[in-house]
């Protein structure tokens, strides 16, 4: 099967009060936006689309250097859906399944992309959901079978949510906080932070 990996990079990240924006924020050194993209790519998608949108040219100049795909959406400011709906309108034809991703969720590990992959490979008809410690997380892959589903949301911040709630899942179990971490503030990425920290000082200590 043909798997694309949809990234949703198009918010304005207005919670997120410092002078830089949100994406584009140093993390470990390097741009958030990279730093979520880097497992994606290394977990092996066919295609790999980023949906811009608010500061749509810095967020080109960034990604100019690697195999992704960049499509805007115009409308990012009636919600989040309408992400989700450019995105997978620009993979529609192209790929079987999507993985649907945020793009502040610099913490997921490319095994945990790879295990989803690989639940999806034994429920090819299933939305596939990731779980940590029994909390959802993200991002998700659906099935194409649901793709008009997501083409018809136009406005809001909860279209994943209500396809969810509408077509059911099946749950992975991962041991991965990064699911559950999209940064959305400026301390979710200091606390993010010292939690990776802990977490790499704890497995070099044999904990």
Same mark, same amino acid.
């Given at each position: =099967?043909?798997?694309?990996? $949809? @990234?949703?990079?198009?918010?304005? !990240?207005?919670?997120? /009060? %410092? ?6 924020? &140093?993390?470990?050194?390097?741009? =958030? #936006? @990279?730093?979520?993209?880097? &497992? ?8 790999? $689309?980023?949906?811009t949108g608010a500061h749509a040219e810095e967020m080109q100049q960034v990604l100019v250097d690697?195999?992704?795909k960049i499509t805007e959406n115009k409308n990012w400011k009636l919600g989040q859906s309408t %992400?989700?709906?450019? *995105?997978?309108?620009? $993979?529609?034809? %192209? ?5 649907? =991703?945020?793009?502040?969720? &610099?913490? #997921? ?10 639940e999806s490979d034994r429920y090819p008809e299933e939305i596939i959901v990731p779980f940590y410690?029994?909390?959802? *997380?993200?991002? #998700? #892959?659906? &099935? ?8 018809? +949301?136009?406005? *809001? ?12 899942? /099946?749950?992975? %179990?991962?041991?991965?906080? *990064?699911?559950?971490?999209? @940064?959305?503030?400026?301390?979710? +990425? /200091?606390?993010?932070? =010292? ?10 200590? !044999?904990?």
């Amino acid at each position: =099967m043909k798997t694309a990996a $949809v @990234i949703q990079a198009a918010g304005k !990240g207005s919670r997120f /009060h %410092s002078d830089q924006y949100k994406l584009l924020t &140093p993390v470990d050194g390097v741009p =958030m #936006i @990279i730093r979520t993209l880097e &497992p994606v790519l290394a977990a092996g998608f066919d295609e790999v $689309v980023v949906v811009t949108g608010a500061h749509a040219e810095e967020m080109q100049q960034v990604l100019v250097d690697y195999p992704v795909k960049i499509t805007e959406n115009k409308n990012w400011k009636l919600g989040q859906s309408t %992400s989700l709906s450019t *995105g997978v309108r620009a $993979v529609q034809n %192209s790929s079987d399944r999507a993985c649907l =991703m945020l793009g502040d969720q &610099p913490y #997921i590990k490319t095994e945990t992309l790879r295990e989803l992959l690989a639940e999806s490979d034994r429920y090819p008809e299933e939305i596939i959901v990731p779980f940590y410690q029994q909390r959802r *997380g993200n991002p #998700i #892959i659906v &099935p194409s079978v649901f793709y008009d589903e997501l083409l018809s +949301l136009t406005t *809001g911040d909860e279209g994943g949510k209500r396809l969810l709630q509408k077509a059911g899942y /099946h749950e992975l %179990s991962v041991d991965d906080q *990064g699911i559950l971490r999209d @940064i959305d503030t400026v301390e979710e +990425l /200091h606390s993010a932070y =010292m939690d990776k920290q802990t977490a790499e000082t704890d497995a070099e200590a !044999g904990k």
